[in-house]
């Protein structure tokens, strides 16, 4: 079987499916790598690379489409909606297509690539147990963004962070307010407290406490009661309006004694909530910053508008999106590594095997046979529950 490599096409998107370096590890499995030209020099990975490595480079894209049975990608039409379209055309029925795909959002999108015939896993449906850590692209990007942001942030700053002792006197160190402790938030928390800022961190799950503090910063408990906080696979559950309400009026003075915040918190598949209201905005110093890290799910600051940056009574609010392709070398590295571990998993002696009793497979698996049979994808575009699927290789 052959995997074919793509060149991303959704605007600025500059990372890759598939590294040189792990081209062994695809063709220790039995496959062969068709790769389009040109598709890693964005993050760094020259087409010569890929050569070196046994990879066979596609005259164009329609040759990288038409000869592969395995199609990788960071984005599919999914995630691409406009721009992925016109490779819909060129797809064949019974290829197998694996990456990220906004299955819970992108409805129409995901209908189409069934409609077409196409088999289609979504890597960030991949589920979150202990077998299925090294495929976890959502926490390996969640890595990159909440670093990215506390660069962005620290740029943005009128101050440096760090406390500094100078012969002109002493340069106080600047506050971080982290508003979620999930993976973004974490990694936001321990780059932020290495560029020597002092950092507090909340989040409505009080389990992350310990982590928080063992980053050196302080959990912010707010005294709110609520149920069942942490949902499904580790996420910060949805809660209703009245709590929302709630943490909005108590976090008001939390946030105005920060010089930053960078807020974390989203929901798969829903809207994010908001957290950071105007009023809220109103009462930071000017020159504060705040770092939107859910701006492509409308933003957990009133104010944020999704890729821009707002200035508002001389507060920065950056709603930053796709902040991983602005660190494409290593977010791909990532990327790849979660994506050929899920397909090694798959692939068995050089053909790929469809096991409906494995969790991991079940998870991931959107489309197949004309159907969306994802139990969660179906709920999400309100279709009846799939019929059951039996095991097959392919």
Known sequence: MKIGILKETFPGERRV??????????????????????????AGFPDAAYREQGAQIAGDRAEAL?????LLQVRTLGANPEAGRADLERMR???????HAEPLSAGGEIQALADAGLTLFAMELMPRITRAQSMDVLSSMATISGYKAVLLAAEALPRMFPLMMTAAGTLSAARVLIVGAGVAGLQAIATARRLGAVVEAYDVRPVVKEQVESLGAKFVELDLE?????????????QDEDFYKRQQEAMGKVVAGNDVV???????????????????????????VIVDLAAERGGNCERTRPGETVVEGGV???????????????????YARNLVTFLTHLVKDGSLEIDMEDEITRGALVARDGQIIQP??????GLTPPEAQKGEST
């Open 376 to 381: 969660m994808v179906r709920e999400a575009l």
């Open 93 to 99: 029925s019974g290829q197998i297509v694996i990456g």
């Open 66 to 70: 038409g000869g592969a049975d395995i």
């Open 17 to 42: 499916a598939l590294i040189p370096a792990l081209l062994p590890n695809v063709s220790k499995a039995g496959l062969e790598a068709l790769i389009e030209a040109g598709a890693g020099e964005a």
């Open 316 to 334: 920065t609010i950056l709603g930053p999106v796709n902040l991983p392709s602005t660190v494409p070398y290593h977010a791909s590295q990532m």
């Open 226 to 238: 609520t149920e069942a906080a942490e949902g499904a696979g580790g996420y910060a559950k949805a």
């Open 262 to 288: 960078i807020t974390t918190a989203a929901i798969p598949g829903r809207k994010a909530p908001i957290l950071v209201t105007a009023d809220m905005v109103a009462g930071m110093a000017p020159g504060s």
